[in-house]
């Protein structure tokens, strides 16, 4: 469940807003708890996208989830990477994807070249 942490501009109030969905965030409109102000500032605290050196095989669900909304194709590459790159058993299919992103190619590319070979790819026997 996405979180946001706002502070009042009006009473300087910090507090926080959750929110089922980040569409359900994208139409809300956030009110100071407070003195129901709507001026606010929005407090960036979870997710540091470009922080270098970022351990992804510790981040939580809800970060990963993160990386994946940022669209930033790298990051997802490097997140990736970090969680199964030295796991061949996650199939050529993984480090594959993990190499294209890693290129730096868009996310909605790789994700459809991923649903056609999905849809294409049945297991073969070499005999
Ligand atoms: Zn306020």
Redesign the pocket.
């Given at each position: 469940m996405p979180q946001y942490d706002f502070r009042?501009k009006?009473?300087k109030?910090k507090f926080a807003l959750f929110y089922k969905t980040y569409s359900a965030y994208d139409s809300a409109t956030p009110q100071?708890p407070?003195?129901?102000?709507t001026d606010l500032s929005r407090l960036i605290t979870s997710v540091a996208i470009n922080k270098p050196g970022r351990d992804y095989s510790k981040m939580s669900s809800n970060e990963m989830l993160s990386v994946l909304e940022s669209g930033d194709s790298r990051q997802v590459g490097e997140m990736f990477e970090q969680v199964g790159g030295g796991d061949p058993a996650l199939g050529a299919q993984y480090h594959d994807t993990t190499k294209k992103l890693l290129d730096g190619q868009s996310m909605n590319k790789v994700e459809s070249d991923l649903q056609k070979s999905q849809k294409t790819n049945k297991p073969t026997k070499n005999s």
């Open positions: 009042c009006n009473c109030t100071c407070n003195c129901g102000h």
